[in-house]
């Protein structure tokens, strides 16, 4: 892309900014997520000298090594790992990372908990903020619990004392019409206020919508839109994890 970084973040706020507008919401309540998979350290380090603070990672040790090369001279980044995560790889997210998007399963979520570190311990704040990803879709191929066991999941996850349960996520089928769109958002939304409701939790977070569909999102209610190519531009293949 032609323009810089500094061009590609503002125009990203202000999309951000005209979609709250339109639904009468103050854009402070949407939270920028830059998703800075398969880009380098540097892509990163340039973005946060433009003032955005929070970036998601995909994959484990990627993420990791990203964080470890910019901590020193960015030590106030809050990082996401928004991506699939395996049993196997929980002990490096839980210790490394702010938050996690995609919990689905009670088994990952313990094992997240069981291994955060005390506060004050590798300079990780205890606990880790935490999302429940959602198959709002019903796609076979999408990871996510099912809204029917959504209730259970929330319940048990909630009780863990390593994390703290701070709402849903989605990722939900590509569409280009605008209402296709805020349907999946929409009904994230009203799980979400139900789920708060019928276990009595306090739920600020929807983390919904990309660069594509960011205004059906924010229109919806989300409260984090997860944004990578309109900041970082087209992705570069990745040899490997």
């Known amino acids: 892309m032609a323009d810089g970084p500094a061009a590609r973040l503002r125009q990203v706020r202000l999309r951000i900014e005209g979609a709250a507008r339109a639904a009468g919401r103050d854009p402070a309540e949407v939270r920028l997520l830059a998703v800075s998979k398969t880009f380098s350290a540097e892509a990163v380090a340039a973005m946060a000298r433009c003032g955005q603070t929070e970036f998601g990672e995909n994959y484990v040790q990627e993420g990791v090594a990203k964080i470890d090369a910019l901590r020193a001279e960015w030590p106030a980044l809050c990082w996401h790992f928004i991506g699939?995560?395996?049993s196997n790889k929980t002990r490096d997210v839980a210790a490394g990372f702010d938050w996690v998007h995609g919990i689905d399963r009670l088994s990952v979520a313990r094992r997240l908990s069981a291994q955060r570190p005390p506060a004050g311990e590798h300079g990780a704040p205890a606990p880790l903020q935490v999302c429940l990803q959602v198959n709002?879709?019903?796609?076979?191929s999408k990871s996510g619990v099912g809204p029917g066991d959504l209730p259970g999941l929330a319940r048990e996850v909630a009780r863990l004392p390593g994390l703290r349960l701070r709402g849903l996520?989605?990722?939900?089928?590509p569409a280009t019409d605008a209402a296709a769109q805020r349907a999946p958002f929409a009904r994230l939304r009203e799980l979400r206020d139900e789920l708060a409701a019928r276990l009595g939790l306090s739920l600020d977070t929807l983390s919904m919508g990309m660069s594509a569909d960011l205004e059906a999102a924010v229109l919806e209610g989300a409260t984090i839109v997860r944004v990578g190519s309109a900041l970082f531009g087209e992705r570069p293949a990745r040899a490997g994890r």
């Open 84 to 86: 699939p995560l395996q």
């Open 169 to 173: 996520m989605c990722i939900p089928a």
């Open 136 to 140: 709002v879709s019903g796609e076979a």
